[in-house]
């Protein structure tokens, strides 16, 4: 017991003379935070942040820096929590960062963003889901290098209106967290949008025997499409009896029936379907760049949401370098207005703070496989 | 709402009311002669979904036509189903025949398990496409839209079956004997009935039927898995026990009652509600009729 108080004594002074060290060092550098869930339980999803963080930086330092200063990370972990992610922002901002990349999780996100904005200072997460983050307008300096939660419903329901020019649509879902959750997300969006009528809004029964009754209602109710929330295996039941019927009804779904078991269980009836998925971008040359420099070093393949703390280290010092300046509003407005070529392709930043070009895709059944609709 | 639709939906709930009497004859039949209910029946009519899969996936090499592939698929579905039933209650039920009834019970739950993991183990758990054997009756063309060529096929066997069954029963000396043993086991036995034989029929026939349920409904969605005999199954169960368990009209009776109330119960107000108004339908019928619309209340002797 006494030995691990004084490992713990000894680790404690050692760290502080490490942030000495780091406060000690020169004011020519810029100084980014890396924050996020380090250790504990989420730690797989917070240190491949860091690891990206700092391949980014090598980069950038071996080229000179950014408007001639070296940059320098500062690492702090939130463990997660809100509550400690309070006590980290806190840090950072002592520290003097003119940007954050994190946190990883939605709620530390969101009880650091507070402290952040009040000394207005850039936070760009790269796996905060939560769409009020950006949505409610209340965190200006907040961007983040994925797409919400209900970007699948937003592109879903975008899609079927303006891409199809749709305007009667069955929403239906399989009463499932993930299925219904989007559902009630594309119900919502298209209530307000008030272009297109929901005519039909539905729950089906996971497992049923059949479900001729709801491909009736379906069918009774003249919608043009189908925006189904769920899994394979029902929108294939659906759509096999749907086209039996003779029904061509629209089928737009998601990442659980973006699968290729649908394909396979749905054969020919499957053709024309169309499901949103993650955009695929591991063929980008940058990509490929980044997952190797992380083999190289780590002697592993990336872990959890590598890629968009890549790209959202890159969209920072994308946009010190063309601001000219660490400047808050100089920054915000490149942010804005500069595209740049990050590991998620093309991307910029709409007002809100998401990520334009980051997310999902429409893809399409065609000749028994899925294509990307462009 | 329009008449078309009323009529889509009642045929709808026809049809489901099939696939549910089918199993449910074997639910209420079991129940009538050893008063046990067989929980592991909704598996057998998924081994009869399988076994088709599997004969008509082997067969399908041969170039014979799909309607062919179909019946092969069918006969030896129904004989492994058959067979399997036959076994079980070999097995797992007769040495528990004078065991309380709660054991045999248990046991019967234990072979549903068992009869899913089987084949999950053994087969896969994904789901796997069923494939389109039965080729579009040409002179449906023009109703497709209402009625297509599976649910016809549905609703024309169940009908046959149902005929053979009342025929079975009513007619012959082995429906005689089913009829004798459902009433009294020891009397029956005493006029020279050999009750094990009766009940080894009745777990044969009961299996055959499910395996015919399972067949078409598999052909009608076009898809399985080792887990669609449970859901099928609880709700011929319930079907079962709303027409009054142990009788054989009854378990039609409930099955038609059931997939019509799901079918406009969905069609008229609600998916999200279809398994409620099931179950609620199932509690009121219960509440006026305890032993179920044509169940006979059955008198203590004192």
Redesign the interface.
């Given at each position: 017991m006494k030995k691990i108080v004084i490992f713990f004594l000894v680790a404690a002074v050692l760290l502080s003379f490490a942030s000495l060290t780091s406060c000690s060092k020169d004011a020519g550098t810029i100084k980014i935070g890396v924050a996020g869930a380090h250790s504990g339980d989420l730690a797989s999803y917070g240190i491949p942040s860091i690891k990206a963080a700092e391949l980014v930086v090598e980069d950038w330092n071996a080229k000179g820096g950014v408007l001639g200063k070296q940059i320098e990370l500062v690492i702090e972990d939130d463990v997660c929590k809100p509550e400690v992610a309070t006590n980290t922002a806190a840090k950072l901002v002592g520290e003097e960062v003119v940007a954050v990349i994190g946190h990883i999780c939605s709620g530390a996100t969101k009880a650091a963003l507070g402290i952040y904005k009040d000394s207005n200072i850039i936070t760009m997460s790269p796996s905060a889901t939560n769409p009020p983050l950006t949505q409610s307008g209340d965190y200006p300096n907040f961007y983040r290098t994925i797409a919400p939660d209900d970007a699948q419903a937003r592109l879903e329901v975008d899609f079927a209106t303006q891409t199809l020019g749709i305007r009667k649509i069955a929403v239906l879902h399989d009463?499932g967290d993930y299925g219904k959750g989007l559902a009630e997300f594309a119900k919502a969006m298209i209530e307000s949008d008030g272009v297109a009528d929901i005519v039909l809004y539905?729950?089906?029964?996971v497992?049923?025997?059949?479900?001729?009754?709801?491909i009736?209602?379906i069918?009774?109710s003249g919608a043009e499409a189908i925006i189904f929330g769920g899994y394979?295996?029902e929108a294939?039941?659906l759509i096999?009896?749907m086209k039996?019927?003779?029904?061509d009804t629209i089928f737009i779904s998601d990442d659980g029936v973006k699968d290729d078991?649908f394909i396979?269980?749905?054969?020919e009836?499957a053709e024309g379907v169309y499901a949103t998925g993650p955009t695929d971008t591991s063929t980008e040359p940058m990509t490929i760049a980044a997952n190797k420099a992380h083999q190289d070093k780590y002697g592993e393949d990336p872990g959890a949401f590598f890629l968009n703390a890549y790209a959202a280290t890159q969209a920072v010092l994308n946009a010190i370098e063309k601001a000219g300046s660490t400047d808050y509003d100089k920054m915000t407005k490149a942010l804005q207005s500069e595209y740049v070529d990050t590991t998620l392709g093309r991307i910029s930043f709409d007002k809100k703070g998401d990520a334009i070009g980051v997310g999902f895709s429409v893809f399409q059944v065609q000749n028994g496989a899925y294509v990307e609709i462009k | 709402m329009n008449s078309t639709y009323f009529i889509e939906l009642f045929l709808g709930g026809l049809t489901r009311g099939s696939i549910y009497a089918l199993i449910a004859l074997g639910y209420t039949m079991v129940y009538g002669i050893i008063q046990l209910i067989n929980f592991a029946h909704g598996e057998i009519y998924m081994i009869g979904a399988f076994t088709a899969l599997i004969v008509s996936g082997a067969l399908a090499f041969t170039g014979l036509a799909p309607i062919v592939i179909f019946l092969i698929a069918a006969v030896v579905a129904i004989v492994y189903s058959a067979s399997y039933g036959v076994t079980m209650e070999k097995i797992a039920y007769k040495p528990l025949r004078t065991a309380p009834r709660l054991s045999a019970l248990i046991s019967a739950i234990g072979m549903s398990m068992f009869l899913q993991n089987y084949v999950l183990l053994a087969q896969t758990s994904d789901f796997q496409p069923f494939p389109e054997l039965i080729p579009d009756l040409a002179f449906l063309k023009p109703i497709e839209n209402i009625m297509n060529t599976t649910q016809f096929i549905i609703l024309v066997t169940t009908a046959i079956v149902m005929v053979l069954f009342t025929l079975l029963i009513r007619y012959t000396k082995i429906g005689k004997a089913m009829r004798a043993t459902a009433q009294d086991k020891i009397m029956a036995q005493l006029v020279g009935i050999n009750v094990n034989k009766v009940i080894m029929f009745t777990f044969l026939i009961g299996s055959s039927t499910a395996a015919i349920g399972g067949i078409l409904i598999s052909s009608h969605v076009g898809q399985i898995n080792f887990y669609i005999g449970f859901i099928a199954g609880i709700k011929a169960f319930v079907a079962a026990v709303l027409g009054g368990i142990g009788s054989i009209p009854g378990a039609v009776l409930g099955s038609f009652v059931l997939g019509l109330t799901e079918s406009f119960g969905t069609g008229y107000i609600s998916s999200d509600y279809e398994d409620v108004f099931a179950f609620a339908f199932l509690i009121i019928i219960l509440i006026f009729r305890p032993s179920g619309l044509l169940g006979k209340s059955t008198k203590k002797k004192v």
């Open positions: 009463k539905e729950g089906i029964t497992g049923a025997v059949d479900y001729s009754a709801v009736n209602k069918k009774n394979h295996p294939s039941k096999g009896q039996k019927k003779g029904m078991t396979k269980v749905a054969g009836y | -």
